[in-house]
């Protein structure tokens, strides 16, 4: 059974409670019988499910939103020191807990997984919620984005594994202690809290020592920066180290990766033996992330031929791939990815998916830079990745978070796509995308809008529009 409710989260208030990872620990709660409250920017699907929950969610930040009884008040890092009910806690002198606290405390007593990396982080995380759900293990878990099937990105189960996504952005991750964790890579992102690879290393090293002792590290063998970590953390005698991937070298080895129109076959190397499965998601980086899943579930003692079975019925994740919808013969899929690595990963499996499709087919991308910060250190990278589509459309630097960057703008990614042989066009009005797209599509595209920002928006828009044609 799962532990009950820390005192301190009893009644507790959320700031920002329809974000990806305050949503999840918030519904958890919930469910187990807290009294949640919390406010939001704005309506969302996610305030509706909280509310089905028995949560209180305010619309707007106002200090008359935070009860007087609230035991604590829950924040991340982007919460700034001036928001109202902020203010008000202080005040009333209410905790404040930050979500990594609040998530290490629904992880007590439990054997928790912690999926980490610059990339893949949420993939790896609901493959493995959906197949442990599969096999009837009826795990609790807290991801980044909310799965195709339940529609959710958390749930409290009364089985005795917690899955949780372990964001690394603002070092939060450091703060559980989970049986398994699982590093997919190691890239310098997020720039505002590091300035190098060096204080990337620490943090990862710092999270990977979290682990239990005789608990289980599974880390990619082939990305360079997991690679390094790897090296950093080979004598520390309380950690087991499995290793995944191409490399001869792997203690878990990709063999082969068969594509299958949007779905893979992978075969690994598992303890000797031989072990085929099917991911049902395009693309060799999804099969990989299949991988570290199957790799760390065989740590936790899990039989490999029942997981890999389970893993097959993983479907995705909103926002990961996700297909919107088909029009006049154009097929529409949203991707989150706003990283470099992220990109060119999406990029690939779907230009792989349309020469499958029709040597006709085209890979047609709307892009929407995330954050100044990230376009000012890897714009460059940003433009080359986007030479993998047939044309693309670079809409206006999303801000979320951050203030303009003096001279920081998406010319500068399309300045680099340009460079890199792209066939590239600025939109700064996203309102027109859909009759852009309309112009620019024909039957077998595909269209695929990309980024962490509100261009997710724009998929609906672009197949009501085609429905005209």
Same mark, same amino acid.
């Given at each position: 059974?799962a532990?009950?409710?820390?005192t301190?989260l009893?009644r507790?208030?959320?700031?920002g409670?329809g ?8 519904k958890?709660?919930?469910q187990?019988g807290?009294k949640?409250a919390g ?5 969302s699907g996610?305030a509706d499910?909280l509310r089905?929950l028995g949560?209180t ?6 200090s ?6 609230a035991t604590s008040?829950?924040?991340s890092s982007?919460?700034?020191?001036d ?10 002198d ?10 290490a405390?629904l992880m007590d007593?439990l054997r928790a997984?912690?999926v ?7 993939t790896?995380t609901s493959m493995?919620a959906?197949a442990l759900?599969?096999m009837?293990?009826?795990p ?7 799965l195709?099937g339940?529609?959710?990105n958390?749930?409290h189960g009364e089985?005795d594994?917690?899955?949780a ?8 991750f450091q703060k559980?202690?989970?049986?398994v964790?699982i590093?997919l ?6 720039h ?14 710092t999270?990977?020592r ?7 590290l599974?880390v990619?063998?082939?990305?360079e920066?997991?690679v ?8 520390d ?8 991937g191409d490399?001869?070298q ?7 990766i ?6 893979s076959e992978v075969?690994v190397?598992l ?10 998601v395009? #693309?060799?980086h999804? *099969?990989h992330?299949a991988?570290a !899943?199957l /790799? %760390? @579930?065989?740590?936790l003692?899990?039989?490999a031929h029942?997981l890999a079975s ?14 919107k919808?088909?029009?006049q ?5 949203d991707?989150?990815a706003?990283h470099?690595?992220e990109?060119?990963?999406d990029l690939?499996?779907m230009?792989?998916?349309t020469?499958?499709d029709?040597a006709?087919?085209?890979?047609l ?5 995330h954050l100044f ?7 460059k990278?940003?433009g080359?990745?986007?030479?993998l ?6 809409l ?5 978070r951050?203030?303009?960057?003096? #001279?920081?703008?998406? *010319?500068?990614?399309?300045?680099? !796509?340009? /460079? %890199? @042989?792209a066939d590239?066009t600025?939109?700064?009005d996203?309102a027109s995308?859909?009759d852009?797209i309309?112009g ?13 920002g509100d261009?997710?928006d ?7 529009r085609?429905?005209q044609k």
């Amino acid at each position: 059974m799962a532990p009950g409710i820390p005192t301190a989260l009893d009644r507790p208030h959320f700031i920002g409670i329809g974000g990806a990872g305050m949503s999840g620990i918030a519904k958890i709660l919930a469910q187990r019988g807290a009294k949640v409250a919390g406010s939001d920017a704005k309506e969302s699907g996610t305030a509706d499910s909280l509310r089905a929950l028995g949560a209180t969610v305010h619309i707007g930040h106002a200090s008359g939103n935070l009860a007087d009884d609230a035991t604590s008040v829950v924040v991340s890092s982007a919460i700034r020191a001036d928001n109202p009910e902020l203010v008000r806690a202080a005040e009333l002198d209410i905790p404040v807990v930050h979500r990594s606290d609040a998530l290490a405390s629904l992880m007590d007593g439990l054997r928790a997984i912690a999926v980490a990396g610059t990339h893949g982080k949420t993939t790896t995380t609901s493959m493995l919620a959906v197949a442990l759900t599969g096999m009837g293990l009826d795990p609790s878990y807290a991801i980044g984005g909310d799965l195709a099937g339940p529609g959710t990105n958390a749930l409290h189960g009364e089985g005795d594994i917690f899955v949780a996504e372990a964001d690394e952005s603002d070092r939060s991750f450091q703060k559980y202690d989970p049986q398994v964790a699982i590093v997919l890579n190691v890239e310098l992102d997020h720039h505002a809290n590091y300035a190098s690879m060096d204080e990337i290393y620490e943090s990862f090293e710092t999270f990977a020592r979290k682990i239990v002792p005789g608990g289980t590290l599974v880390v990619n063998a082939d990305q360079e920066g997991a690679v390094e970590l790897t090296t950093r953390l080979r004598n520390d005698d309380l950690l087991n180290i499995v290793t995944y991937g191409d490399s001869a070298q792997a203690d878990v080895r990709v063999h082969k990766i068969t594509p299958r129109g949007l779905s893979s076959e992978v075969t690994v190397l598992l303890n000797g033996k031989f072990l085929t499965f099917t991911v049902s998601v395009p #693309g060799a980086h999804y *099969a990989h992330n299949a991988v570290a !899943a199957l /790799a %760390a @579930g065989v740590a936790l003692g899990l039989p490999a031929h029942n997981l890999a079975s389970a893993l097959g019925t993983y479907t995705g994740v909103k926002r990961r791939l996700q297909l919107k919808g088909e029009e006049q013969g154009v097929q529409v899929i949203d991707s989150y990815a706003h990283h470099p690595t992220e990109m060119t990963a999406d990029l690939e499996a779907m230009r792989g998916a349309t020469a499958s499709d029709s040597a006709d087919s085209r890979l047609l991308v709307v892009f929407q830079p995330h954050l100044f910060s990230r376009t000012q250190e890897l714009g460059k990278e940003m433009g080359e990745a986007l030479a993998l589509a047939d044309a693309s459309v670079v809409l206006d630097i999303y801000p979320a978070r951050e203030d303009p960057i003096e #001279g920081i703008t998406s *010319a500068l990614i399309v300045d680099a !796509a340009k /460079a %890199a @042989g792209a066939d590239v066009t600025a939109v700064s009005d996203a309102a027109s995308i859909p009759d852009v797209i309309a112009g620019m599509s024909r039957p077998g595209d595909l269209v695929l809008t990309m980024g962490a920002g509100d261009v997710t928006d724009l998929g609906p828009k672009i197949l009501a529009r085609l429905a005209q044609k």
